[in-house]
């Protein structure tokens, strides 16, 4: 069974920098795409992120230029680097994995989920 656990959020000041962690356990994650997913308040999920199994980062328009998705097969870890931070990007970042191996694609429909970790951006 997959198990995704989220760390990293917190508070910070508009302009700062966070780094989110997930670590997956209950697979070998290696050919697995991979990814960041957000939610406010009375919005819909929004796709950050994802790292393809076979190594390519693609970005959401939300966040793009502003994070670096980045991922360690030995360690089962994947990463989330967020600088410039808004008060808009308010809003629990979710790590997910693709249910399906060997695809690029990430969907909130066919995806496993962590517990979410809170990012507030407030001066």
């Known amino acids: 069974q997959v198990h995704l656990v989220e760390s990293g959020g917190g508070l910070v000041q508009p302009g700062g920098s966070l780094r989110l962690s997930c670590l997956a356990s209950g697979r070998a994650f290696a050919h697995y795409t991979m990814g960041w997913f957000r939610q406010a308040p009375g919005k819909e999920r929004e796709f950050v992120a994802a790292?393809?199994?076979?190594?390519?980062?693609v970005y959401g328009d939300s966040m793009k230029g502003r994070v670096t998705i980045s991922r360690d097969n030995d360690n089962d870890t994947l990463y989330l680097q967020m600088n410039g931070l808004k008060p808009e990007d308010t809003a629990v970042y979710y790590c997910a994995v693709a249910n399906r191996v060997l695809t690029r694609d990430l969907t909130v429909e066919d995806s496993s989920w962590g517990q979410g970790t809170q990012v507030t951006v407030s001066s």
């Open positions: 790292h393809t199994w076979i190594g390519n980062a």
